[in-house]
């Protein structure tokens, strides 16, 4: 950094010897009187000189004219912009952004013989139609929306409407039927069942695959043949109301394409008590799983947190921060090596019932479940010498195959056990070459 006392660029071959010498001898002389005359020295002498004393400084013409000063006479900012030097000279340009207008709510959307009319108001425009009614309908979701305007329920002035239309404003919109879908019940059906343990209190039953526990989102046809359907059928009323009317006796889960035990309440006591087993871990579940390659060590334990994907919403990862814990213990049963590559035989007991826990687990490993398509297994496993038929599994190679706990009131320990269901028997029996 240039000295204090430096002279300004350009006059350094100037000489101020003289006149440094003619002030150093006018401070000996003030500091001097001051003593005798019993003053301060401080007040007498000025502290602070540098060699811009002794050179004529010249005034820029722009001085006051603010926004053309670019220099002073050193060379440097200008006293007038030293000033304000933390700021920018030239202030970015802002862009401005236009705020995005307010939807109101529609409170009371009534209908008239069956169709409810809404007139677009002038915020609406430039919105998409099916955004629009989402936020002017805040009861019913944007998939809600879709599905009714994919129905032909919706118009926008007498004619079919499109979700991603865009609206002006004032038109007329009219919906045909109520927005809210009717809410689910599960309904009585007379589907088979292998109950293979049941008392007044609880029902074991092996689940086959392909059927979902209870109802979902979807049309009715899609949620006929669930397993409280069939439980409602088979044990009438005699089912817990804990969980609600559309899972009545679930205590908890299988996957659809997930086969075997799976335990139902039928009062609210045992079902408190089954839960509070679940959630301490004092229930022992045992899945068979067959997966892709060779696990490499004949027994572990997975600790990766689960959470949802966020790119593909029907898929579970572990490669999120911020997932449920999920507890796998495995043990290798079988290692095969035959006709149609390497896979392994495994038996995994599970601490916590995550979504899909078992799968993603296997797959984290980069073992996936033989069947999951979801999660990276093949359609079809084709032979090593390319000449046999490949061998296609319609549904996951995972089976529940023991449940143990202690029954909730008579602390009896149950021990129940349900073998392969045929197509998995049969499925192993063609990778090992039998």
């Known amino acids: ?38 003053e301060p020295v401080e007040d007498a002498v000025e502290q602070f000189y540098d060699t811009a004393d002794f050179i004529p400084l010249h005034t820029s013409p722009y001085a006051n004219v603010p926004g053309l000063v670019t220099s002073g006479p050193n060379g440097g900012k200008h006293p007038q ?52 009614l989402a936020k002017a309908i805040p009861d019913i979701s944007r998939a809600r929306v879709t599905l009714l305007i994919d129905n032909g329920q919706v118009t926008v002035n007498a004619e079919p409407a499109k979700g991603k239309q865009k609206l ?17 019940r599960a309904t009585p059906e007379d ?29 009715e046809e899609r949620n006929r043949g669930t397993l409280v359907n069939a439980l409602l059928f088979h044990l009438g009323k005699n089912l817990s109301q804990v969980s609600g009317d559309l899972r009545p006796g679930i205590v908890h889960r299988l996957d659809k394409q997930t086969s075997g035990l799976i335990v ?11 839960s509070d087993m679940f959630a301490e871990r004092r229930l022992r579940k045992i899945y068979l799983a067959l997966v892709h390659g060779h696990i490499e060590d004949d027994q572990g334990t997975i600790t990766l947190p689960i959470s949802r994907d966020v790119i593909r919403r029907t898929r579970m990862t572990t490669r999120r921060m911020g997932g449920r814990t999920a507890v796998s213990h495995y043990t ?32 984290s490993l980069g073992h996936p479940v033989v069947g999951d398509t979801l999660y990276g297994a093949p359609h079809k496993i084709p032979a090593v010498d390319k000449f046999s038929d490949p061998v296609e599994l319609e549904r996951n190679f995972l089976h529940a195959a023991q449940l143990e706990f202690l029954h909730p009131r008579t602390k009896q320990r149950l021990e129940l056990d349900s073998d392969l269901p045929p197509e998995l028997a049969t499925t192993l029996q063609q990778l090992r070459g039998a």
């Not at 709510?105 to 677009?120: F, K, M, Q, V, Y």
């Not at 589907?191 to 086959?208: C, G, Q, R, S």
Request: negative net charge.
């Open 1 to 38: 950094m240039p000295s204090k006392n430096m002279l300004p660029k350009g006059n350094r071959r100037q000489s101020v010897k003289q006149e440094y010498r003619a002030m150093r001898t006018l401070v000996q002389e003030r500091e001097a009187a001051a003593r005798a005359a019993g």
């Open 168 to 184: 002006k404003g004032g038109e007329l919109i009219e919906i045909e039927g109520d927005p809210q879908p009717e809410p689910l």
């Open 81 to 132: 912009e030293e000033a304000t030097m933390s700021k920018p000279r030239y202030a970015a340009p802002r862009i401005p952004v236009a705020e995005k207008p307010e939807i109101h709510a529609i409170e009371d959307l009534e209908p008239e013989d069956g169709i409810r009319s809404i007139t677009a108001p002038p915020e609406a425009a430039n919105m998409r139609l099916d955004a629009y």
């Open 191 to 219: 589907v088979p069942l292998d109950i293979v343990y049941e008392d007044d209190d609880l029902a074991v039953v092996n689940k086959a695959a392909g059927m979902m526990v209870h109802a979902g989102a979807g049309d």
């Open 264 to 274: 139902v309440a039928k009062n609210d006591s045992t079902h408190r008590k089954l």
């Open 332 to 363: 290798v049963l079988e290692r095969i090596d035959g006709p149609f590559g390497k896979f392994t035989l495994v038996e995994v007991r599970i601490e916590t019932g995550r979504t899909h826990q078992i799968r993603v687990h296997m797959q």
